[in-house]
């Protein structure tokens, strides 16, 4: 079966996401625990915990545009990208700097995640493109 190109965008970026997020999640256990203080390394390990469920939630979005290409699921993919950026992207930066006004933009990053999984749902449910 040939994958659509969206569809293999998601996949690969959420498979490039996980191998990230696997990476950040050794950093944080190895690298900076004991140099940053613990609700800090609890905000990073919040960043890594949200990159990778998303990054899975990317790859099942990548797979369900596949054999349903609805817009709804396309845009669901896309707010998934921008999710882990701002969501994650807020909380890396906050948890490795201090700088908490960061942690003032992390709420637009949830609110892309939570439209992505009821975009999700609803294109999976229409019948049309």
Do not use: E, N
């Amino acid at each position: 079966m040939k994958l659509l190109p969206t569809s293999r965008t998601f996949i690969v970026t959420g498979a490039v996401f996980g191998f990230f997020s696997v990476g950040f999640g050794a950093f944080g256990a190895h690298a900076i625990k004991g140099t940053i203080s613990p609700d800090l390394l609890t905000i990073y390990q919040t960043a890594v915990d949200y990159q990778f469920f998303h990054a899975l939630g990317l790859i099942l979005t990548g797979l369900v545009f596949q054999h349903q290409p609805h817009k709804l699921i396309l845009i669901a993919g896309w707010l998934i990208i921008a999710g882990i950026f701002v969501f994650s992207g807020s909380l890396y930066f906050l948890s490795l700097t201090g700088i908490r006004w960061l942690g003032a933009i992390t709420p637009v990053g949830g609110t892309a995640f939570i439209a992505a999984w009821l975009l999700l749902a609803i294109g999976t449910l229409k019948k049309d493109s």
